[in-house]
């Protein structure tokens, strides 16, 4: 089993990252993984700590800083200390940011709709309960 996760986790990848690449407003932003999972995670839950983001991602905090100078220098999201704990950084989400994070689920889309799409659609919800599953328990 282990094989065949892994196995499918890189076609998907590899799915994403040949429609991304069709798409010039994202190569050219250069926007990877860990930016685009924290740019959502900032869209639901900002305005946030880079050390929440980290955490929730399982993204280490060094890797994360990169992840967000990207976002914050392509104008996706604002960084500022917070007024409580000047320690810590808080993230919001612009609307350029929004915008790119709508296109991104818009493309996202497009790769799942033609990745799942071997299953039929009583196959694709049996599966999607079936990783809910493991995720809700994995990350409870």
Known sequence: MEMQLGRLAL?????????????????????RPPSIGALRVVARSGPISQREVSQRLGVHPSDMVRAVDKLEAYGLVTRVRADADRRRYDLT??????????????VSQEVDKDFYGV??????????????????????
């Open 11 to 31: 076609a998907y990848r590899s799915a994403m990252r040949a429609r991304f690449e069709e798409h010039d407003e994202f190569s050219e932003w250069g926007l």
């Open 93 to 106: 989400i612009t609307p350029k940011g929004r915008k790119v994070l709508d296109r991104y689920s818009e």
């Open 119 to 140: 299953l039929s659609p009583t196959e694709q919800k049996q599966l999607e309960k079936l990783l809910s599953k493991l995720v809700d328990h994995h990350f409870a």
